[in-house]
């Protein structure tokens, strides 16, 4: 979405009680939030920098620190708690689960496992390709990407050696993801990573068509690239990226581990933006399990039957805790029409948030939104903190670009309270840049 507007159009609340479960708690001076980040420096490695709190309990969209102090959560754990903090369906999905079975190993399956699997599939491929499809189940998005790759080398054998990424793609951290994964900073550290991933620029069908041959295993794309600013694959790339990469053979894989589950107002993001598109293999993970680590691979076809025994596995993936968790997940969403919420409010409040001074452009589906600074500003980052300072959690994936990847259930209060402090927040950050 590019949008300009000026109206945010009425939808229902939130359903879910964000009354504050830490009421009558005074707001603190800051000591406790600064006690728990000491010891935090003293005992966690060093790999996510400073956490800017310590956060302690959530409801709804609501989350609160050690010291007391409120904020609006409009990152939900990087689109992953699509229903809000404590949501009641979770809660007693999980409760129920573990208080039956909580872990099993792969040696053995269970009735969540199984039914999890199956609605999967029918959200995945919601066409004909079911009939020919497969789920392995994991604990990440880094994970199911790690699968994917392995899918990939196994497709075709040592004939098809490449494999194809796009530049600005974020698929993981770990060590075949990693590879998979374009930012130079991220991959230098710990290489030689596994080998054979070129990266084209994205959205570029020439450089696709140019790049690709009978070598090639397979193209992994998101459809929307989170960490690159939150930017849409342009209208027609995933249609040719189909017919390119099954003319040679290769397969293709979508990874939908944020755009995925609900994020863009349908359960794929492709849905939306390449109806009809029906890919080989598709990831998942983040708002799958509603905050409990889970993550997917739903393959089709030839792709569905590349990984056999022993070729792959998992110790904790697939657990009935984590399957119980994406059931309510799943169950929720479709008894509450959230698909169709999503998309009114992220419509709405997109061409709110372009009409606001400062804001260069609005970027995304759904409830995945970039909010794309104009220049001069200060770095997103400072704009992302003086947000948190006035009780709203958002993230700069890009020193231009601001994220916004709310829980589903957000109100169209919090949204226009939202959409006025930025509008403050950047008001000033203009005001002083004319006065400097």
Request: aromatic fraction near 6%.
């Amino acid at each position: 979405m590019t949008t300009q507007a000026r109206t945010l159009s009425e939808a229902p609340a939130s359903t879910t009680d964000s009354t504050d479960p830490a009421a009558g708690a005074a707001i603190g001076d800051g000591s406790a939030n600064a006690n728990w980040l000491n010891r935090y420096t003293d005992a966690v490695m060093n790999t996510f920098g400073a956490p800017g709190r310590v956060l302690v309990r959530g409801r709804g969209v609501r989350v609160w620190d050690a010291d007391g102090k409120e904020y609006t959560d409009l990152l939900a754990g990087i689109a992953v708690n699509c229903l809000g903090h404590a949501h009641p369906a979770i809660v007693e999905a999980v409760t129920d689960q573990l208080s039956t079975l909580g872990h099993v190993s792969n040696f053995f399956t269970t009735p969540a496992q199984v039914r999890l699997a199956e609605e999967l599939i029918s959200l995945t491929f919601p066409g004909p390709a079911a009939r020919e499809s497969r789920v392995f189940l994991a604990n990440s998005g880094t994970e199911a990407n790690e699968a994917a790759f392995k899918i990939a080398r196994r497709h075709g054998g040592g004939s098809r050696p490449r494999v194809l990424a796009l530049q600005d793609a974020f698929h993981g951290r770990t060590m075949g993801a990693l590879a998979l994964t374009y930012k130079a900073a991220y991959r230098e550290p710990f290489e030689p990573l596994p080998g054979g991933v070129e990266f084209i620029p994205a959205g570029d069908v020439g450089a696709l068509r140019n790049a690709l041959g009978p070598d090639v295993a397979a193209l992994i794309v998101e459809p929307i690239q989170g960490e690159a600013g939150v930017r849409e694959l342009p209208a027609g790339y995933l249609e040719a990226a189909r017919e390119l990469t099954k003319a040679v053979g290769a397969l293709l894989i979508i990874d939908e581990v944020q755009t995925g589950m609900g994020r863009s107002g349908a359960w794929m993001a492709h849905h939306l933006i390449a109806p009809g598109v029906v890919p080989d293999v598709v990831t998942l993970a983040k708002g799958l399990g509603g905050g409990i680590p889970i993550g997917a691979v739903v393959a089709t076809g030839e792709a569905a039957t590349l990984l056999g025994p022993g070729q792959h596995g998992t110790t904790f993936g697939g657990n009935p805790v984590a399957c119980a968790a994406a059931l309510a997940v799943i169950e929720t969403i479709g008894s509450q029409d959230l698909l169709g919420r999503v998309e009114r409010l992220g419509s709405a409040w997109a061409r709110d948030l372009a009409a606001v001074d400062g804001v260069d452009q609005v970027r995304g589906r759904g409830l995945l939104i970039g909010i794309g600074l104009t220049e001069g500003l200060p770095p997103a980052g400072e704009i992302a903190a003086a947000l948190a300072a006035r009780g709203f959690i958002v993230n700069a994936p890009r020193p231009d670009t601001i994220r916004l990847a709310p829980p589903f259930i957000l109100s169209d209060d919090d949204a226009r309270a939202f959409t006025t402090a930025l509008s403050e927040v950047l008001t000033r950050a203009l005001s002083e840049k004319v006065g400097s």
